[in-house]
């Protein structure tokens, strides 16, 4: 899958992506993080079409057990559909998708500087200007697509060797997706849809929240297409200037460190089946607080190796149950550091 063992043995992040894998020629998700965020150098990214095959790929791959330490598996996904209900080990862009990271004036302003006489926008806050006004044209539909997310969805898979059988089974998937369609209030939900998309416009917030593709697509077609520089390129382009501008900071760094700094759930779940006692105390309320960072979006590296030694050290206590120590052990290395 990584083309080498080494990131296994060194225990390097192995992380699902959606997207295609890169071929040299398409700005694929994998061609732009890498551009992008420098600090995944070292990780595999592994393309995985979409979201559920990120999910599946992350969860399979962590149930493997190949006995490895800390072996560090994570899916990264667009957050175009919302991730609630997803395996922590899943995180997502803080915006709905990549491309989104890539709607920032200034770099699109660089790109388009050469040839301002074609695109007639010279500035960023001209170009922002003219990214706002494509965002307000998309907001039905932006509407659409969130309540589209929302309506349940049915597939038919059937083997039309038995058509009787066949139709037993088309006619019971069909009812029960009536079921869940009669049990929604459409009205309300579409109230709530319209409540979140005005949200986003009153906060101003679309170059983050709405579909980055799309935007970013009618941006170019209208403004930049007749210069002669193709999609894939001017994509490429915008991802050179955006990695040092402190917008991408903002919005990307958030993910990078969830998968960087991870924190186990299992680890204080595995304190608390330890006795009660000072050592043991202090090492739950470090872990929780810890973990408590992670889960807030703010984990800091320092503290962390020396957290986990002091894990280790207490595993070896001879009271605790061999499945309590095989869990912190496998816990505590698990624990992402700097």
């Given at each position: 899958?990584?083309?080498?063992?080494?990131?296994l043995?060194?225990?390097?992040?192995?992380?699902?992506?959606?997207?295609?894998?890169?071929?040299?020629?398409?700005?694929?998700?994998e061609?732009?993080?890498?551009?992008?965020?420098?600090?995944v150098?070292?990780?595999?990214l592994?393309?995985?079409?979409?979201?559920?095959?990120?999910?599946?790929?992350?969860?399979?791959?962590?149930?493997?057990?190949?006995?490895?330490?800390?072996?560090?598996?994570?899916?990264?996904?667009?957050?175009?559909?919302?991730?609630?209900?997803?395996?922590?080990?899943?995180?997502?862009?803080?915006?709905?998708?990549?491309?989104?990271?890539?709607?920032?004036?200034?770099?699109?302003?660089?790109?388009?500087?050469?040839?301002?006489?074609?695109?007639?926008?010279?500035?960023?806050?001209?170009?922002?200007?003219?990214l706002?006004?494509?965002a307000?044209?998309?907001?039905?539909?932006?509407?659409?697509?969130?309540?589209?997310?929302?309506?349940?969805?049915?597939?038919?898979?059937?083997?039309?060797?038995?058509?009787a059988?066949?139709?037993?089974?088309?006619?019971?998937?069909?009812?029960?997706?009536?079921?869940?369609?009669?049990?929604?209030?459409?009205?309300?939900?579409?109230?709530?849809?319209?409540?979140?998309v005005?949200?986003?416009?009153?906060?101003?917030?679309?170059?983050?929240?709405?579909?980055?593709?799309?935007?970013?697509?009618?941006?170019?077609?209208?403004?930049?297409?007749?210069?002669?520089?193709?999609?894939?390129?001017?994509?490429?382009?915008?991802a050179?200037?955006?990695?040092?501008?402190?917008?991408?900071?903002?919005?990307?760094?958030?993910?990078?460190?969830?998968?960087?700094?991870?924190?186990?759930?299992g680890?204080?779940?595995?304190?608390?089946?330890?006795?009660?006692?000072?050592?043991?105390?202090?090492?739950?309320?470090?872990?929780?607080?810890?973990?408590?960072?992670w889960?807030?979006?703010r984990?800091?590296?320092?503290?962390?190796?020396?957290?986990?030694?002091?894990?280790?050290?207490?595993?070896?206590?001879?009271?605790?149950?061999?499945?309590?120590?095989?869990?912190?052990?496998?816990?505590?290395?698990?624990?992402?550091?700097?």
């Amino acid at each position: 899958m990584t083309g080498s063992t080494h990131l296994l043995t060194r225990c390097k992040p192995i992380v699902f992506i959606e997207g295609e894998p890169d071929d040299g020629a398409k700005a694929t998700d994998e061609r732009i993080t890498r551009i992008l965020l420098p600090a995944v150098a070292h990780w595999a990214l592994i393309p995985t079409q979409g979201k559920q095959q990120v999910i599946k790929a992350a969860k399979e791959m962590r149930a493997a057990e190949l006995h490895l330490p800390g072996m560090p598996v994570f899916g990264l996904v667009d957050d175009d559909q919302g991730t609630s209900g997803t395996p922590d080990f899943v995180v997502s862009w803080p915006v709905c998708m990549l491309e989104n990271l890539l709607l920032d004036p200034e770099s699109i302003s660089v790109v388009a500087a050469p040839y301002a006489g074609a695109v007639g926008l010279t500035t960023p806050d001209e170009v922002q200007k003219s990214l706002i006004d494509l965002a307000n044209l998309q907001i039905e539909e932006e509407k659409r697509l969130r309540l589209r997310s929302r309506i349940p969805r049915a597939s038919l898979a059937v083997d039309i060797g038995d058509l009787a059988t066949a139709e037993k089974k088309v006619n019971a998937i069909a009812a029960e997706y009536l079921r869940k369609i009669r049990g929604i209030d459409l009205a309300t939900v579409q109230r709530e849809v319209d409540t979140v998309v005005q949200g986003i416009v009153s906060r101003g917030e679309q170059l983050e929240r709405f579909h980055g593709k799309k935007l970013l697509r009618a941006w170019y077609d209208k403004y930049f297409s007749s210069v002669g520089i193709g999609w894939n390129p001017f994509l490429i382009e915008i991802a050179r200037h955006a990695t040092q501008r402190e917008r991408l900071h903002r919005l990307a760094t958030p993910a990078v460190d969830r998968i960087r700094l991870y924190f186990p759930p299992g680890l204080a779940e595995a304190l608390r089946r330890c006795p009660g006692g000072t050592d043991r105390d202090a090492l739950l309320a470090e872990s929780d607080q810890e973990r408590a960072r992670w889960i807030n979006g703010r984990p800091q590296p320092e503290g962390r190796e020396n957290l986990r030694r002091k894990i280790l050290q207490y595993s070896h206590d001879t009271t605790l149950d061999d499945s309590v120590k095989i869990a912190l052990v496998q816990s505590a290395t698990a624990i992402g550091t700097a």
